[in-house]
C-alpha cells in the first residue's frame, strides 16, 4: 500500500487549464473516488496517475516516491479501463496471467497467482473460457483479477461499470467493496455517478472544471455541502435552493412570504440562499421549529415506495421537490399546500458566492 500526493499539480492543453494547481493526498489503504461532471479533469488526473499523461506543472508522490516523470511500468500501479481492454483470443487464465509474463515471471508463479485471484473473484469455472464467452459482469472481473495479479501498490479504476446494465452495475459495486475490505490497498475510482461513489468511497473528492470543490466522507458531503455546486449535484434529486430575504423577524422565501415557526436560527446577511433536502421537507403545518410557505402541487412522480412532489411557489415562482411516502394522504395536482422545512436541516449559502455560510456565523 502506498499513498498518492499531487502537489500544485497543473495540466494545460495549449490555452486551456483543465487541472488547475491541484493540492491532495490520498491516504494509503484508502478507497478514493474523484467525482464530478464531464469534463472537470478528473480522468485526466487519474491517467496523470497512471503516466498516461505528462502534467504542464507540479508533482506526484506514489509513498516516499517523487514519480512525475517515471514511465507508467516503474510507478507499481494497475489501471481497470471502462472498455474491459481483454485480449479476445485469449482464454481468462491467459487474460490473467498475461500482466506476469510480460514481466516474465515463471510459469509456476503465474499460475499460483491466477489461481489465487480466480479464486478471490469467483472466476475459477471461467478459466478456460474466451471474453466473447462472458457477460459483462464477469468481463469486468476479468479486468480486475488482471490488475491484481500484478499486486501493485495503486489500483485506478476509469468508469469501469459505466457499460453495465443497472443490475450487474449494483453486484459490480458490491464486489469491488468486497475486493477493498480483503485487499486494503488504495483505490483511485473515477465516476460521474453519485451512487458508486456514495456507496462505495471512503472519502469523495468532488471536482468541477479542475478545480476541488470538496473532499470528505460520503455522508458529510451529503449533510454538509460546501457550496451550492455540490448541494445541486449532490443528491437525486438535488438540494432545493430558495432565494432568501431576511428582515427582522420576516423572511422571504422564493419571492413569497415565509412562516418562522419556533427558533430557526438564520444568517446575518441580509439576503441569501436557503437549501433543504427533498426527504427532509415535509407537507403539512408542523409545530417544531423551522420555516413554513404555501406551494402549489403542480407534479407526482410515483417511484415505487416514495413519490417526488413538484411544487410551485407563488404564480411562475421557483419550484421545490419534496419526497413523500406514497399513500392516501398525498395531495392532488393544483391543490395548495403548506411546505415545512425543519430548522435542524437547513442549509444556508452566500447569494453571490454560493459558499456554504458556516453555522457558528448563524445565529
Known sequence: MADVSFRRLTKSFGPVTVIAELNLTINSGEFTVLLGPSGCGKTTLLRIV?????PTLGEIWIGAREVTDHRPSERNIAMVFQNYALYPHLTVADNLAFPLRVQGVPKVERRRQVERVSTLLGLGSLLDRKPRQLSG?????VALGRAMVREPEVFLFDEPLSNLDASLREEMRSELIRFHEQQRKTII???HDQVEAMTMA???????????QQIGPP???YREPANIFVARFIGSPGMNLLDAEAAGSDLMVGGANAEIVGKVPLPQCAKFVLGCRPEDI???RINDP?????????ALQPLGASVLVDLQIEDRGPRLVVTAAWDENLPRVGERVVVYMPADRL????????ERIATETVA
Open 290 to 298: 423551522g420555516v413554513t410557505i404555501l406551494a402549489a402541487v403542480i
Open 202 to 212: 471512503q472519502r469523495i473528492v468532488i471536482m468541477r472544471d479542475g478545480v476541488i
Open 189 to 191: 475510482y473515477v465516476t
Open 219 to 221: 455522508r458529510a458531503i
Open 50 to 54: 497512471a503516466g498516461l499523461e505528462t
Open 137 to 141: 459482469g464477469q468481463r469486468q472481473r
Open 347 to 354: 442549509c444556508y449559502f452566500q447569494a453571490e458566492s454560493g
Open 282 to 284: 415535509r407537507i403539512g
